[in-house]
């Protein structure tokens, strides 16, 4: 129920109501972030760095499925790390 209840106190000071469209978005986006146990500043972060790929499959970037879609990268870093190639002799 607070989250209804700052999202009406937020939404006396949009300007036009593409900006309360906007505002709306953003507040779902971030509250939905929050029911799937992530954190909202680190999902928009990742959403700005992929824009083009948010673009172009946007359903690999919903709040409840974004992190796989980051992590595989992530993984195949990490391994190469733990496994450095032998050395030469």
Excluded: C
């Excluded at 009406?8 to 000071?13: D, E, H, V």
């Excluded at 109501?17 to 507040?27: N, T």
């Amino acid at each position: 129920m607070k989250k209804a209840i700052l999202n009406r106190k937020n939404s006396y000071f949009y300007k036009t109501a593409r900006g309360a469209h906007v505002g709306d978005m953003f507040m779902s986006l971030i509250h939905t972030t929050e029911l799937m146990n992530a954190n909202p500043f680190n999902y928009l972060t990742e959403l700005l760095k992929h824009a083009k790929d948010v673009a172009r499959n946007p359903e690999r970037w919903m709040p409840w499925n974004y992190r796989e879609t980051v992590n595989p990268a992530r993984a195949t870093q990490s391994i190469a790390d733990r496994h450095p190639p032998p050395p030469s002799v």
